[in-house]
Every structure is written in structure tokens, then in C-alpha cells.
């Protein structure tokens, strides 16, 4: 197996495979630097990209500087990541054929403002890279946030009808 990095046209920089790969191989793994998830933060506090991977619980990050950190994020992706015993290896979930970028779903979290939006070109793409609980908690908070002023207008006029009733 060897992989090479080239420009994408997901986003930057790639990696892709210049042989074939079995399914459920190991194309790689995710390693660097291991961080405290405040260490993280306040390293990267004001940088737009970074290459955190969050191992079990998110509280300790690898900061990458390894061949896996230029992996795109795909979601139809060709590879998984699957973490065994405080390490983390880039799987293949199907068969692989020479030339295919490799690509795993980021399942991002944590990210803020940022709205991570996705450029894999899948056909049932989901247009963020975010986690699907991810999507849900975060859409969940935007309504809590939009809902609180339409909430109080509605009780404003419930309030204002039944005063009219109760002058009448
Ligand atoms: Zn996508």
C-alpha cells in the first residue's frame, strides 16, 4: 500500500492510494502530538484549520503531523477510523481500487461558529461535516435561541386577548 498526498477536488490537499486495498485493511494511522482538550483550545484558539483528532470521551486530542492528517472528509466515505487502545487507524470499510482519494466522515463536534459545510460531491451528501448527533444538538440550540423572543411575543398577545375578553 502507498499513499501519496496531491490537491483535491474535495478540498486542498488529498490523500490517495496508488495500489489497491482490501476491505477492512488499515490505510494509516492518525498520529502527533497528544493534547489536553484545553491545551487544544488555547493553541489553536484563533486558527481556522486545524488538525485535531479527538480520541475517546474528546478530553485528550492528537494534534496530527502524519501522512493521515491530509484525508478529506467524504460522506460516502471509503474509510472509517476506528481508535484501539489510545491509537487511531484509518480502516478501510470497502474495497479500495488504485488511484481513489481515501476518505473517511469527520463527524465533527465542538466547532463553534464554524459552519463546516461539505464539498464531497456525494450524491447523499449531508452538507456539513458535522456528526449526525452533532447536526441535531446544534439545530436543536438555534431554535432554543430563535424560539425564546417568538415565545414571549405569543404570550404578550395571549395576555393582551383575554384582558380584552375579560373587558368585555
Ligand atoms: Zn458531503
Redesign the pocket.
Known amino acids: 500500500m502507498a499513499l501519496i498526498i496531491r490537491s483535491s477536488a474535495i478540498h486542498a490537499a488529498g490523500c490517495y492510494t496508488t495500489t489497491a486495498i482490501r476491505k477492512g485493511a488499515r490505510v494509516a494511522e492518525y498520529t502527533g502530538h497528544r493534547l489536553t482538550k484545553a491545551e487544544a483550545d488555547a493553541a489553536y484558539e484563533a486558527s481556522p484549520i486545524t488538525y485535531l483528532f479527538g480520541l475517546g470521551d474528546g478530553s485528550i486530542v492528537i494534534d496530527g503531523h502524519c501522512t493521515a492528517m491530509f484525508i478529506n ?3 460516502d466515505a471509503n474509510c472509517e477510523t476506528s481508535e484501539v487502545r489510545g491509537r487511531v487507524w484509518i480502516k478501510a470499510i470497502r474495497k479500495i481500487a488504485a488511484g481513489e482519494e481515501i476518505t473517511y466522515d469527520y463527524c465533527l463536534y465542538d466547532g463553534g461558529d464554524d459552519e463546516a459545510l ?5 450524491k447523499r ?3 456539513t ?1 458535522y456528526s449526525k448527533e452533532e447536526v441535531r444538538r446544534r439545530k436543536a440550540a438555534a431554535k432554543k435561541s430563535l424560539k425564546k423572543p417568538v415565545k414571549k411575543k405569543r404570550g404578550k398577545r395571549k395576555a393582551g386577548k383575554s384582558a380584552k375578553l375579560a373587558l368585555a
Not at 461539505?118 to 456525494?122: I, K, L, M, Q, V
Open positions: 472528509h467524504s460522506c461539505c464539498n464531497c460531491g456525494a451528501c449531508r452538507r461535516m
